[in-house]
């Protein structure tokens, strides 16, 4: 008899059978993914497929028309304290204080997600990694938009978390600075935590993800029946 597969670790963040319409256009049509502590997981697919409204609702910021999102086994609550603090998201390029510099941002997201004693080396040490220390005293709107992305990606690593949801990070960064962010994303995983992530460059896939949930208008083509539908 074949020896017993060892069991696999539970998923963190479990999409089963999701759908979701605006209104009446239907988006994404019974999507589901497992995402498990130390693992990757990458939706790709064109412009307008669906990728960051399953991002969305993975984050537990709106309800799916149907189907589920699990996080830890329950279903998703992105309002609920507990779940806002295990997942890091960088989903918004608009979203930071436009009058607090770069360091008084990073220092705000790190104090608000309990880190009290070690705030200044940890925003201090983000800020070296992202090459954004020469602007830490410059606010946001003064940045370039790549500068803002990678303060962006900065302020997701200053806090805790067990979950890291990205929408598209590669964006706006030059080839440097998305090499070195594959890197990072790599290493981030084998600390147990986990990444879901879109994107469309194929590196971050081919480096960083164990899983990939390829879309075309809202299906997930990676099953073979359903790319032999689209094809
Ligand atoms: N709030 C909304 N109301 C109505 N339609 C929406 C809304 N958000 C997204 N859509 C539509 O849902 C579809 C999927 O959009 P989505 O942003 O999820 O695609 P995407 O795969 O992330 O695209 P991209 O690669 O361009 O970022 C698009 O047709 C878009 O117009």
Known sequence: MAEAEPPSEPSLLEAVDVSHSYGDAPILHSVGFQVRPGGCVALTGGNGSGKSTLLHLAAGRERSTSG??????????????????????????????????????????ALAHGLAGEADATVDEAMAVHRIAD???LPGAA????????????AASVRPCELLILDEPEQRLDIGAREELAERLAHFKEGGKAILLATHWSRLVE?????????????????????????
């Open 68 to 109: 589920k999102i699990l996080f830890r086994g329950s279903r998703m609550n992105g309002d609920r304290a507990s779940t806002r603090a295990a997942i890091a998201s960088v989903m918004d390029a608009g979203v930071f204080y436009p009058d607090l510099t770069m360091r008084e941002h990073l220092m705000l997201v």
């Open 135 to 137: 602007k830490a005293d």
């Open 143 to 154: 940045l370039s938009s790549g500068q803002r992305q990678q303060m962006l990606l900065a």
């Open 207 to 231: 480096d960083v993800a164990d899983d990939e949930v390829h879309l075309v208008d809202g299906v997930d083509v990676e099953d073979g029946r359903d790319r032999d539908v689209v094809r």
